[in-house]
């Protein structure tokens, strides 16, 4: 099954070290994406988050994004 979110996040980041692991727990699949390492992740990141570049910011099929989601969000918004 291929991955249905994608994850931007920093290595540095304590909230998406608890979603990644909670993710894969749940068996989720998702991409992660460095914002530190792609410039352009970061730019998509702060468009959507009112020029912050606040991480976890998770992005789904049909192009809507939540950031900071709990695994509850994330579950109910694939549901």
């Known amino acids: ?20 692991g909670q993710l894969e727990r749940a068996g989720i699949q998702y991409i992660e ?4 390492r792609q410039p352009e992740a970061a730019d998509y990141v702060m468009s959507v988050n009112n020029g912050n570049q606040t991480v976890p910011t998770v ?3 049909d192009g809507s994004a939540l950031t900071n989601p709990s695994l509850a969000q994330v579950q109910a918004k694939l549901a």
């Open 33 to 36: 994406v460095d914002i530190e």
């Open 1 to 20: 099954m291929a991955a249905q979110i994608t994850m931007y996040s920093t290595p540095w980041c304590g909230y998406c070290r608890r979603l990644k």
């Open 59 to 61: 992005t789904f099929p």
